[in-house]
């Protein structure tokens, strides 16, 4: 596979990437080269583009061989075998890291122009460069990506070595690349226009992407999309913290149940959340526990507990004016499934549809059997254990009931694909049983 030039190799790469549209997603370019491949994934995903400063550390008499590379955050990545092949001194290195670090320092004000960097928390990264010859690049900006607060990391390029799975290791959660051949030299032999980016080019990059995001920003305050908003739901005596979001034209709206050690800022659950969301879904992200209820490890597996409040958050959220007359289900993670089952097993509960992500079904113990609501349990195919108790729950189970098993996945779904899997369950799950309800009916 051969490509035209960067900008080609980009269009390419992102027609392998739409799996990501509307998502959550910030592309990161690595300069200089990466960053025209990156403009073009940056726009056919509707994203905000940046770049990831790395800066390769080359081998004195050969500079094109990386021996490691810097990146912002003081994150530093060496290549031993490179290093010791090389026979690079400390001195040497050290020489060629201060110089390196000084370039990079500049090219931070000069690229960005005063602007703040995009902020990655919470989100997923989308890494992309021209292409992974030694990945000792690569690798520093997954690092840089992770250390500042990236939920997801994916690492895109045309064209790297066969084995560039092996040289990654684990610093990306998703690997693509769109031509791994066994024979390979380097990036430049697999492109007919390969000219060195200079950074004029990496600005206009990037000026251009902000200029496309104004102007997309502009066009959508006139078809405005959910908004979110924090909210201070009432559960008794106690009140809870929540995000709760209601597209226009919405049908019916799911109250997240999380697990523990978890909260309404989970990466996991608002991934999906943002799922339900494009789908015209509302969603309700809350904490059933207060911070200091937290510190106390038995309130966290107090199913009935946590059930009651999620009873009381779902008739706080009946009456919210956005969300009257809508259909409600719940969506339980871990413990936070327990709770959701016991929930929609209270009499009166007319929860429409629930789904369990990696569930514990089996705390919410002889309620089973009570629950009406059609419920959907999804789990890993690597999660043994837990895949066990949800077969026992699933035969307790008299409503409408399905076992979903992602195949590959543990029980965080952090494999790639998976997470994008339960969404997608999730998602159908909730369209197909949830409608429009009189706000009054018993």
Known sequence: MFFMDRRDAGRRLAARLEHLEGAEVVVLGLPRGGVPVAAEVAEVLGAPLDVCLVRKLGVPYQPELGMGAIG????????????????????????????????????????????????????????VDDGVATGSTARAACRIARARGAARIVLAVPVAPH?????????????????????????????????????????ACLDEAVARRLSTRRTESHHAGPEDREADVRAGATVLRGQLTVPEGATGVVLFAHGSGSSRHS??????????????????????????????????????????RLA????????????????????????????????????????????????????????????????????????????????????????????????????LFEEPGALEKVTDLARDWFTDHMAPVPHAAA
């Open 72 to 127: 912002e955050g003081g994150v530093r990545v060496i290549n031993d075998d490179v290093v010791r092949t090389a026979r690079t001194t400390p001195d040497e290195l050290a020489e060629v890291e201060a110089r390196e670090r000084g370039v990079l320092e500049r090219r931070a004000r000069r690229y960005r122009g005063g602007r703040e960097p995009v902020g990655l928390k919470g989100r997923t990264v989308v890494v």
């Open 312 to 411: 009381d958050a779902t008739g706080w959220v009946r009456g919210q004016p956005e969300v009257q007359g809508l259909a409600v289900g719940y969506f339980g993670a871990s413990t936070g499934a327990a709770a959701a089952l016991w929930a929609a097993a209270e009499p009166g509960a007319r929860i429409a549809a629930v789904v369990s992500r990696g569930g514990r079904p089996d705390l919410a113990g002889p309620r089973l059997p009570a629950v009406t609501a059609p419920t959907l349990l999804i789990v890993g195919g690597h999660d043994q254990m837990v895949l066990d108790l949800n077969r026992d729950a699933q035969a307790r189970l008299r409503c409408e009931t399905r076992l979903a098993v992602v195949p590959g996945a543990t029980h």
């Open 163 to 203: 084995d560039w799975n092996a040289r990654l290791g684990g610093d990306a959660d998703e690997l693509v690349c769109l031509h791994a051949p066994r024979i390979f030299y380097a990036i430049g032999e697999f492109y007919a226009d390969f000219a060195q980016t200079d950074d004029d080019e990496v600005v």
């Open 267 to 308: 990466p996991r659950n608002r991934f999906v959340a943002a799922g339900l969301n494009r789908a015209g879904l509302g969603t309700l992200l809350l904490d059933l526990l207060t911070e200091e209820e937290e510190t106390d490890r038995a309130n966290v597996f107090d199913t009935g507990l946590l059930a009651r």
